[in-house]
């Protein structure tokens, strides 16, 4: 997990499955940040949740950032659940393309201040999503 200083902030994540009422493991999820509303996006890198459904990985946030993006690839983490468990669980509708999910990623946009922690839970099944930040120190 990322730690924040005076002149940076932090931040960290993890997933429930409210489907299953599990964390939702190797969801892959992408850091990016800004410094100002205008600027561009800055890629960071990204990491993967583990057997609790949290990155404790995320790259440190660059000095000046303002804005935060993280992007998770959930049309991949539910077709791999899908496949792994076709017989037991019923079947996933369709969307329109085909897919299995009806986001297939979902990407939380949020302002940051230096010197604050936040954590950002994502609440999640194949058709909704619900997220709820939490800042501290």
């Known amino acids: 997990m990322t730690t924040s200083s005076q002149t940076t902030a932090s931040v960290s994540t993890h997933i429930l499955d409210t489907s299953v009422g599990r964390p939702a493991e ?15 996006w800055q890629a960071l890198g990204g990491s993967a949740t583990d057997a609790d459904g949290r990155c ?9 950032t303002t804005h935060v993006r993280l992007d998770f690839d959930t049309e991949t983490y539910f077709a791999k659940k899908q496949a792994a468990a076709q017989q037991d669980a019923p079947a996933l509708r369709d969307s329109e393309n085909g897919r ?11 302002a940051v201040v230096p010197g604050e922690h936040y954590h950002v839970p994502l609440l999640l099944n194949p058709f909704g999503y619900s997220v709820y930040p939490r800042a501290g120190r």
Not at 32 to 39: F, L, M, N, P
């Open 100 to 110: 299995p999910v009806f986001f297939p990623e979902v990407t939380i946009t949020f």
């Open 26 to 40: 190797g969801v892959a999820v992408q850091l990016a940040a800004r410094a100002g509303g205008e600027a561009d």
């Open 56 to 64: 404790k990985d995320l790259p440190a946030l660059p000095e000046g």
